[in-house]
């Protein structure tokens, strides 16, 4: 991926044109950090002994241009998840740098992992926004938030209804970390249609067409099976 802000530059692939690496499972030394014992003994109190690594990012968020793009909106990961339940899906978030309110830290609204889904859809940021950076549309602005300052190793695991986001880089740096969605593999998958996450399946499906060539009968479900690796224990229904 790359930040909307240099999407159309024509400077060759560098660090400085990729914002993002998702599903890097085939990556062997990438998805080396999806097997760590020092991650898996955490990840194994949320999903139990059977763990499928579900959806892996690299993050290189860039120095903001002045339009404020590189932020990412308040969210709830579950928006992008068409499995349940919830309360057995954890994401590892691990900082590859110092990472403060200066580079962009996470901020998370404590205690929000306790409610529901809200709908999501894009904000309306006069910058621009990255593609999929869905947004949630109705929380509370006065909420307490906490700002997540990290050192170069520290990980934090976080359900995936806790309302969270991330500021503008406003440093000359890219700011760097690495995460995993874990979720237990007596997970099962449901059917988005009809619910708040349809506008999320849409615009997955469309871009799996455009760049793979999918056929038009691939939905959600589809996509996020192809994701799936097993870590640890044994495969059931996921």
């Given at each position: ?163 969270h986001g991330s500021g503008q880089n406003k440093t000359q740096g890219f700011r ?63």
């Amino acid at each position: 991926m790359r930040d909307v802000a240099i999407s159309k530059s024509e400077y060759a692939p560098s660090e400085k044109m990729i914002t993002k690496v998702q599903d890097f499972q085939e990556d062997k030394e990438l998805f080396r950090y999806c097997t760590l014992p020092e991650i898996l003994k955490y990840v194994e109190c949320f999903t139990g002994p059977n763990i499928m690594a579900m959806h892996t990012m690299l993050i290189n968020k860039p120095p903001d241009s002045g339009k404020k793009t590189s932020r990412h909106p308040l969210h709830q990961d579950l928006h992008y998840f068409p499995f349940r339940p919830s309360d057995l899906i954890v994401c590892a978030w691990t900082a590859m740098e110092h990472i403060n309110r200066n580079n962009g830290c996470l901020v998370v609204l404590p205690g929000t992992h306790k409610g529901s889904l809200k709908p999501h859809d894009y904000p309306k940021w006069e910058g621009g926004v990255n593609k999929m950076f869905h947004g949630i549309q109705d929380y509370e602005e006065n909420k307490a938030r906490v700002h997540l300052v990290m050192e170069k190793g520290d990980t934090v695991f976080f359900h995936p209804l806790l309302i969270h986001g991330s500021g503008q880089n406003k440093t000359q740096g890219f700011r760097k970390a690495i995460s995993c969605h874990f979720a237990s593999a007596d997970c099962h998958y449901i059917d988005v249609k009809g619910t708040s996450q349809e506008n999320i399946e849409k615009e997955v499906v469309g871009i799996a067409h455009k760049f793979f060539g999918a056929e038009n009968s691939v939905d959600l479900k589809d996509i996020w099976m192809f994701r799936a690796r097993l870590v640890k224990g044994e495969r059931t229904n996921l």
